[in-house]
């Protein structure tokens, strides 16, 4: 009986660590494609802009502040998104309305937070913020960890873990917000304008990377620990406790923090590292009464839309009609987190040199194929093929929201309001995820319903009006960048 009982751990060993074998190579595919990236172009009328990169182990400095900010922020949406295969777990597709419900509320709160978390971050710094959303996670997910166990020993009512679940979500959420605000808000001091675009592809592996964590390591957390739906929880704590001492150590909030020297980004307030930010009240108007802006940010409420549908509703929608028996439900995670580093790696490379770093134009490019890929998906839910249209999809949405949020945000609010224009953009991305869950919670099939595919066709049906939407105010904004260096070089003019 011993060398059976061994031979059952060692194979349960072995199966863990074969698991992550993917993990392993995603990171090195992220890497190959990321150093493989062409070069980026210098303006013409300074091609000098770009000299600090020559600087000797600037780059090697930059390179470990943002892989551990963004490690953190990788692992913030494994806190995050791990809700979703709990439930699965927990309950499977009889508690997709609770689910969309506890999702509806956390999304949000996470997008009325920047409103308060936005202007916070300009105000103390994006290092100071991303230790707190990390150490916020951390009590929420470990919180709630605790009530999922005290539900399964019998202390609390399902009913009661519902209702503890929306608020613990919603708690979860609001810390998260200080995520992608602070990395933002940090990597708009380290990169100049001109490498946004390839910081956007960066920006948008870090969450297909946070994402495969979210999806298929926590289904794996839960297979290997029957079922203990508490670790779905406690394990991302784990991991959020690491990456937060390494913050800690290495996170810096600009360059001149790190020994180098702070130099001109040339976005919105480019030459201005270093100076406190200006008054929120102000921003937020200046902002709000922007056309381009508010345009950016009603793409992004559509892509918040778009990526949370497909996100959320691929796995429960396939457990529900039976279609698990696929490479795509098996690594859903995976499969996202493939799609979301080639979107991101595509969107951001053509921006910055197809479209000399407009962003506009890249994200109309993938609206178009996402308006089309929304109708084609109503009449493909039956079809065992559908998992590969939903992840063509989500490598779409993808690509657009690391070109408006991770890369758009910083252009217009420069390094001084970064904070502030992200968390009003990131803000519409939420709202939308938001409205989905609760439009979905209402509207999807319920019951014995759930089971044939056929009465699931509003789940595609949804996505085709802010795919179009989409689609035509990102080719409004198809001249931003354009406009916001004109208008840079008048003022500049101006004081000269």
Known sequence: MAPSLMNSGGDKVSTWLAGFVPIVGILLAAAVVFTSLPRVKTDPDNPNQLDYLKVDGYRMRRAINWLTIGLAYAFL??????????????????????????????????????????????????????????????????AIGVAIGLCADGSLSRDQLFRLMVFLYAVNMYFQSFGAVAIVKVNSAWFHVRERGVFGAVFGILIAIGIYFAYDVTSMVLKQTENAVEMAFFVPAAALTIILIALFAVAKDRPGLAGFKDFDTGDATGGKEGQKSDPPVKVFRLMLTNPVIMTVAAIEFCSGFIRQSF?????????????????????????LCVAGIIGAVVAGTISDHLFNSERGPVAAVLYAFMLVGGIVLCYMLGVPEVGWVVAAM??????????????????????????????????????????????????????????????????????????????????????????????????AAKIS
């Open 77 to 142: 949406y494994w806190g995050r998104y791990n809700l979703n295969p709990a439930i699965i777990a927990l309950g499977g597709e009889s508690m997709v309305k609770d689910f969309h419900v506890i999702f509806s509320v956390g999304t949000w709160v996470y997008g009325l937070s920047f409103l308060l978390n936005g202007p916070l971050t300009d105000w103390f710094g994006g290092r100071r913020a991303i230790l707190i959303g990390v150490i916020g996670a951390i009590a929420a997910n470990l």
């Open 311 to 335: 996100m959320q509703n691929f796995k429960l929608f396939a457990k529900s009609t039976g279609i698990t028996e696929s490479f795509v439900y098996e690594h859903w995670g995976m499969v």
């Open 394 to 491: 989500s490598m779409l949405v993808i690509g657009v929201h690391g070109m408006l949020s991770g890369t758009f945000s910083q252009d217009i609010g420069g390094t001084k309001n970064a904070g502030i224009a992200t968390g009003l953009i990131d803000g519409f991305v939420y709202a939308g995820s938001g409205t989905q869950a609760a439009l979905y919670a209402v509207i999807l099939p319920e019951g014995a319903a759930r089971a044939d595919f056929h009465n699931w066709w509003t789940w595609p049906a949804a996505l085709i009006l802010p795919a179009f939407i989409g689609l035509v105010l990102s080719y409004k904004v198809r001249h931003a960048r354009r406009d916001l260096d004109a208008s840079k070089k008048a003022a």
